[in-house]
């Protein structure tokens, strides 16, 4: 499991279009290790409230007019 800390002085500069390197990383990891990762950065975007929170249920109820 990916330890959920961000290290803020770690970082590379790099160019956008350059994501050859990118790719063959992401291929070199398991699916479960991707999904995790996707995970942490949802969190990270997010927040972890918005996670707990899950889904609002929404109900709209509309009266159909008589003919």
Known sequence: MIEEKIQKKA????NLHD????VA???????QE???TI???RKAMFGHDRVS?????VLTIAEL???
Request: no cysteine; aromatic share 18%.
């Open 11 to 14: 970082f590379k500069v790099g």
């Open 19 to 22: 994501t050859d390197d990118d």
């Open 25 to 31: 990383y992401w291929k070199s990891r398991s699916y």
């Open 34 to 36: 991707r999904i995790e």
């Open 39 to 41: 995970e942490f950065l």
């Open 53 to 57: 929170e899950g889904l609002q249920r």
């Open 65 to 67: 007019k008589g003919n």
